[in-house]
């Protein structure tokens, strides 16, 4: 028998609100946000097209090329980019293409790189061959350029610019003439084009990111004047590490008009509270760190007065502020989470300005008004010191990182096979150990791993070295080829206490539980990390790694959802590996 009470199930968001949805985090230059809103939207429309390219955008447009080009090739394979009736859209999908070809130029050395940079162009001037829209001629032309086909670039710049001028002004019209002038050697016209572009541009972050980092690269090219992109400014990202500062209550900023600000920082102290409303109040996007959950440090940090208590709740529901935890538990001003918070939001702020192809700085208040330095290279600012606090020894935390590993295949193994696993993997395992100075403690039950290094680039290093022990071990001890390797890591305070049972001290603490949580949900050959563990490597190793978003993952036995990234070695890692600082996550 049916309810007769029972209310229909509600109707799923249209396509077209959806897009506005996505659009949204888009024109805020939040792709993070952009993709995990695309794939959403894919459950309730999953034959969707402008979702799809929306989606492998997002994930482009945030620098997670594997995941983007996945997408795209799935796509392909199945037939779905042949007849696209929506010709504006068909143009979309074969601009993704050449971009996908760009952005594997700049992820290889040469020559590989040339090759992609002229497969690039060839691909832009197939889909400006076909569909005569002016954005994949001036790509045409940038591609062509960069590749070293000096006449082909003149002529798409030329087609180019005349067709964006042949159409009324907006945005991407005088970006591109812009772009058409600098490959012509106008560099004047360049700049009036891109100061027009601005006036069209503001507050989309999005498309001033993508103009940036495009013309950035072109005016390089053609040796264009260093102070070029000034026309074409974008957002202020700032960080700050803490407010502590006398007189916070009245502190006040005031922004020029223009594309906007983002600000990242802590949420440890008063100070840092009125600073974050100082800086809605200017119309600010406002990026929080919390050390632990919102209730837990309302009642540790917030709770001198009712106006203080609704000032923290007024900032955390305001409509643009996001926030973060280091964890969900923790005791009060435990220093080891307020060091992670203040490293996770300084490397937020990194990932973000990389993003949007700006510059960021770090925010300091003082009695006469607050200031916007270069960003400190070496993040020597952020000390145990800076946030000592007097906490009971036994609830003091130490921060550390946290791998949990399996080997795929391995229950498949043969009684002698797991005694040849035992000697070359899990025997290999140990070598790595061995060479790894910060590495705690380990563990392992049959082909699990769990291990906790006191450093964070050790612990990147160790993850990678812990894949290659795999198919050099399979091959000394006869072992199937298909074995596999898959790496979860985290970084958070973790308790250190006696096992009694094994007679030896071990790391405990729910960021143990949550890492154990996303190692069955990783892909076998890959390292996923969190994005507290991204933010804080951004924090402290550069451009070293990079951390490709790979979206709101489920974790393992209904433990929610959590933003995961797949961790690979950029080109800069490869050429010189980082040397361990020795301070701790």
Not at 153 to 166: P, S
Not at 522 to 528: A, L, N, R
Request: with cysteine.
């Amino acid at each position: 028998m049916t309810d007769a009470t029972a209310l229909p199930a509600a109707a799923p968001p249209s396509e077209a609100a959806w897009l506005g949805r996505i659009g949204i985090a888009r024109r805020q230059g939040n792709h993070l946000e952009a993709f995990d809103l695309a794939r959403r939207a894919l459950k309730d429309w999953p034959d969707s097209m402008p979702c799809e390219h929306q989606a492998i955008l997002a994930l482009a447009r945030a620098g997670a090329l594997e995941g983007a080009m996945q997408r795209y090739n799935k796509l392909l394979a199945v037939g779905k980019l042949d007849n696209i009736p929506d010709t504006n859209l068909a143009a979309d999908f074969a601009g993704l293409s050449g971009r996908l070809f760009k952005d594997l130029a700049a992820r290889h050395p040469e020559p590989a790189a040339s090759q992609y940079r002229l497969a690039s162009a060839k691909a832009y001037e197939a889909g400006f061959e076909r569909f005569g829209a002016y954005y994949l001629a001036i790509n045409a032309a940038s591609l062509f350029l960069a590749a070293g086909y000096l006449d082909q670039a003149l002529n798409y710049a030329r087609i180019a610019h005349r067709a964006a001028t042949n159409i009324p002004p907006d945005y991407w019209t005088n970006a591109t003439q812009a772009e058409a002038s600098l490959i012509l050697g106008n560099f004047a016209d360049a700049c009036k084009s891109l100061a027009a572009a601005s006036s069209f541009g503001a507050g989309n972050l999005d498309n001033l990111a993508t103009t940036r980092r495009q013309l950035s690269w072109v005016a390089a090219l053609v040796e264009a004047p260093a102070d070029l992109l000034d026309h074409l400014p974008g957002p202020l990202v700032l960080n700050w590490s803490s407010g502590r500062i006398a007189n916070y209550e009245t502190v006040k900023f005031e922004f020029s008009v223009g594309p906007g600000v983002l600000a990242f920082g802590p949420l440890l102290s008063p100070s840092d509270l009125y600073l974050a409303k100082a800086l809605l109040d200017a119309g600010t996007i406002l990026q929080l760190l919390l050390p632990n959950a919102p209730d837990i440090l309302a009642v540790q940090s917030f709770s001198n007065g009712p106006e203080l208590r609704a000032l923290f709740d007024h900032v955390l529901a305001h409509e643009r502020t996001r926030q973060m935890r280091v964890t969900d538990q923790g005791a009060p001003l435990e220093p080891a989470a307020s060091l992670l918070c203040a490293k996770q939001a300084r490397g937020l702020a990194l990932l973000r300005a990389q993003s949007l192809a700006v510059t960021p700085r770090l925010l300091v208040p003082g009695p006469d008004g607050p200031s916007y330095q270069p960003m400190p290279k070496d993040h020597s600012d952020l000390t145990d010191a800076a946030f000592e606090h007097d906490v009971p020894a036994d609830r003091r935390r130490q921060s550390h990182a946290i791998l949990f590993g399996d080997v795929h295949g391995f229950s498949a193994l043969t009684e002698f096979q797991q005694l040849e696993f035992l000697e070359h993997i899990i025997g290999g395992f140990a070598d790595v150990l061995n060479n790894t100075p910060s590495a705690e403690y380990a563990e392992t039950a049959g082909d699990g791993l769990f291990i906790v290094l006191s450093d964070l680039i050790e612990a990147v290093e160790c993850a990678f070295a812990l894949h290659a022990v795999l198919p050099r071990g399979a091959a000394a001890g006869g072992l199937p080829p298909n074995l596999g390797m898959r790496i979860s890591a985290h970084v958070g305070p973790l308790y250190k206490r006696l096992d009694r049972v094994i007679n030896r001290e071990k790391f405990c603490g729910m960021e143990v539980i949550r890492t154990a949580r996303i190692e069955p949900v990783t892909p076998v050959g890959e390292i996923y990390v969190t994005e507290q563990f991204a933010a804080v490597l951004a924090c402290a190793a550069g451009d070293a790694f990079a951390c490709e978003y790979v979206g709101l993952q489920p974790m393992a036995k209904g433990y929610g959802e959590c933003r995961m990234y797949s961790l690979r070695r950029t080109m800069q890692g490869s050429l010189k590996r980082p040397h361990s600082r020795r301070n701790g996550p």
